[in-house]
């Protein structure tokens, strides 16, 4: 799968809201806390991948890609998905550093 390019920076609240279900007021709030917590969990990915804890990658980008799914920013999503397969499998040859600048790159895309 090659790295995709994510733009998040026009997010349509009443699209966002309709696709998962909530209201379109709760929005902002859930795009505040996905944005919040994933600063944390991008410093402890990015310090995991060049340590390569296989174990750590996996967990991290597999929370990532929980939140990503659940907001439907569907490229993170898929990205954070092949960076928690391939560190499940301890693949040595996958590009994490890659696939996480990709990801922090369309996290900072991310406007309120």
Not at 51 to 63: G, M, P, T, V, W
């Amino acid at each position: 799968m090659p790295i995709l390019d994510a733009d998040y920076s026009r997010v349509d609240y009443e699209e966002m809201a309709k696709a998962i279900g909530l209201k379109s007021k709760h929005i902002p709030i859930l795009i505040a806390n996905f944005i919040e917590e994933s600063v944390s969990i991008l410093n402890a990915l990015e310090e995991n991948i060049v340590s390569r804890d296989y174990e750590k990658i996996r967990s991290s980008a597999h929370e990532i890609k929980g939140s990503a799914g659940n907001l439907k920013f569907n490229e993170v999503y898929d990205m954070a998905k092949e960076m928690e397969f391939s560190a499940a499998k301890q693949d040595m040859d996958f590009e994490y550093e890659d696939y996480f600048d990709a990801i922090k790159s369309a996290i900072g895309t991310i406007s309120l």
